[in-house]
């Protein structure tokens, strides 16, 4: 017996991607294109995983390397008078946009150049794949005849670390996404960033990725500090399990109670 499914519950990216399958490559028989449609739904679940898992992990290492750059999150977000030291009440989502929470978090520049360049220095580890024609074999980037049905990764580590696009592509300065005059023309080319892709196929939930990083980020900055602890350096994939991200944090709300305490006594 076949149970009808409220609008709201409907599996829409499922369908989606089984659309695309069956429009792609009709010449798969049905089992193959259920391993594809699999196969495509665990990549949006993987994506989804690392870039708050190890995106936001790096971010936070290289915040903890530059005391400075924390700060200037926190006095950002002081001036733009947004208080994170609790967790925002529904009634916080108002029904003006123009003043919900998202939508202030949004015009934070030097937040949002955090995030920037934390995803060119640490995209996710994943390849952004596509399949070649299934009649025709192409060209490439220069490489001529690629068969039909051939599967071509991009990396958006080479690409965000390409020197004819980056000065010095090696260190983490968000200052290189807020325009500034001594900041090399070609650092200020947002057309490269490349962590979501773009086009047609961009990360369907690239927006909620991005309020995701703002709202985590906001938080962990105003309300805490962190350093970075010295440690050997390991020679190890990005995100593998061998590399070690040591940081010390210290309550700000904690220290600023203390304080007090301490003028009462």
């Known amino acids: 017996m076949k149970h009808s499914i409220p609008p709201e519950n409907q599996p829409v990216v499922y369908e989606t991607i089984k659309l695309a399958v069956k429009k792609d490559s009709p010449h798969l028989d049905e089992q193959t294109q259920q391993a594809e449609i699999g196969s495509e739904m665990f990549d949006h679940i993987s994506a989804s995983r690392e870039v708050l898992g190890l995106v936001l992990s790096y971010t936070f290492w290289h915040l903890a390397q ?21 967790a925002p009440k529904l009634a916080d989502y108002s029904t003006d946009l123009s003043t919900a929470l998202p939508v202030a978090l949004g015009k934070l520049k030097f937040l949002e150049a955090v995030i920037q360049e ?99 980020i906001a938080v962990t900055c105003f309300n805490f500090e962190f350093e970075a602890l010295s440690g050997k350096p390991r020679n190890c994939w990005p995100g593998s399990s061998q590399d070690l991200l040591p940081i010390k944090i210290k309550s700000l709300i904690a220290s600023e109670n203390e304080d007090i305490k301490r003028e009462i006594a």
């Open 66 to 86: 530059n005391p400075h750059a924390q700060r200037r999150v926190r006095e950002e977000l002081i001036e733009a008078g947004i208080d994170l030291t609790s």
């Open 118 to 216: 934390s995803l060119r220095m640490r995209p996710t580890s994943t390849p952004l794949p596509r399949i070649t024609p299934s009649d025709r074999a192409v060209s490439i980037a220069g490489i001529d005849n690629i068969p039909p049905n051939t599967r071509v990764n991009a990396f958006q580590w080479f690409v965000h670390r390409d020197p004819t696009k980056w000065d010095r592509v090696d260190e983490w300065i968000p200052e290189r996404w807020l325009g500034r005059e001594h900041v090399s023309k070609k650092d200020r080319r947002e057309d490269v960033l490349w962590a979501l892709a773009s086009g047609p196929r961009i990360c369907l939930g690239s927006n909620w990725t991005y309020y995701a990083m703002r709202y985590i």
